[in-house]
Every structure is written in C-alpha cells, then in structure tokens.
C-alpha cells in the first residue's frame, strides 16, 4: 500500500528488511514456516506493516524472488561491463560469478530443497514464476550479447541465450563442478559457436 508524503521512505525502508527475514526465516525453517506474524516480530513492526508492505504470501514470493534476481541481474551486468570487447570473456564472468553468488545464497538452498522434495509448498510456487523470470534474465542477456554484434541472427542468439540460461540453472540449484570450471565449459561452447556462427541453419521442427 502506498504511503503519502514523509512516511514514504520509511514505507520503503521497512520493505527490504522484511523481504530479506523472508529470506532467511524460508532457508532456515521452509516456507511453510513463514507467517506474517514470525516476520513481524523478527523484524519488530506490527503484522499489519507487514501485509502493508508486502500484501499476502504469494506477493511475499513474488518480491523474495524479485529481490535475488535483481542481485544476479546486477553480477551478470557487471562482468559484461568488465570485457565490453569480448563477448566470450563477459560470459565467463557471468557465468563464475553467478554461480559463486549462488553457493552462498539463502534463497538459492531453499529452492534446491523444495526441489529435493523438503518443502512442496514452494515447489508450485517455483514452476509457476520460473517461465517469467527466464524471460526476464533472457531479454537482458539477448540485449547484451547483441550489443558485441557477433555474427549470429536473432534466433541463434536465442538459441545460445537459452542453452547459457538453462545450463547456468541447472548448475544453480545442483552443481557438478567449481563455478570456474563451469564457466571455463560454457565460454568454450561459446567461442565454437561466434567462431562458425552460420555454419549450418537452425532447423525447426
């Protein structure tokens, strides 16, 4: 709910220490263990400034996975700020960094234990935002990859972005592999694929 005049950046200022309780209490306890009230008194407003704040549950879902993406957004952004000249060193970057962010993440282990089966609540919740975050994560990348003017058609940076995303994910929630070894891989892939971009046309089904 908004707030008029002075208090506005109050209302703000409460809203983050009460998506990062959220954050917390989930990797600590699971979701279904987060109640308004608990986050009412770890934080120390009322219950009513929580629902204010955040409204119901569902909301509270959609800003604690607003509030991380923002986080990996900002480290994908920064690596390719880093090598604004080579694309295969930008995704490098990105690709460690995300990774080395996500090992120390508390939202990131709550998700990978609802995965395992340790809370369903948070499973549907999951499945239902993970299409739109994926969008979201791909326009930006597909934005910046562009900007290097690699050789490579719309659909096939498409193609890349999704194969990154996907694989970046998968890394995420189970990894197989140091963030550097993984991001040393995926650079590999990368570079075959600016190196013969139209070698073949993608071919649809």
């Known amino acids: 709910m908004a707030l008029m005049g002075g208090t506005s ?31 009412a008194e770890q934080v120390g407003v009322s219950r009513q ?19 991380e993406l923002g986080r990996f957004l900002a480290v994908i952004g920064a690596a390719f700020d880093r090598h604004a000249d ?12 995300v990774l080395d962010l996500a090992r120390d993440n508390l939202l990131v282990r709550a998700i990978a234990s609802a995965t395992h089966g340790a809370d369903t609540e948070l499973v549907p919740l999951l499945t239902t935002h993970a299409e739109t975050l994926l969008i979201e994560v791909k326009t930006m990348l597909a934005a910046r990859v562009e900007s290097y003017r690699p050789g490579l058609t719309g659909e096939q940076i498409e193609v890349l972005i999704d194969l990154m995303t996907r694989t970046v994910l998968s ?18 892939l990368a570079s075959r694929v ?10 649809y089904g």
């Open 9 to 39: 950046a109050a209302a703000s200022g409460r809203r983050q220490p009460i998506i990062e309780a959220a954050v917390e209490m989930t990797a600590r306890d699971g979701w279904a263990a987060v109640t308004m009230t608990r986050l």
């Open 49 to 67: 400034t929580v629902y204010n704040e955040i409204g119901s549950k569902n909301s509270l879902a959609d800003a604690m996975l607003a509030h």
């Open 86 to 97: 080579d694309l295969v060193e930008a995704i490098y970057d990105a690709v460690r960094d």
């Open 171 to 188: 890394h995420v929630v189970q990894p197989t592999g140091t963030p550097a070894g993984t991001a040393d891989g995926l650079a590999w």
């Open 194 to 203: 600016l190196a013969e971009p139209a070698r073949k046309p993608l071919r």
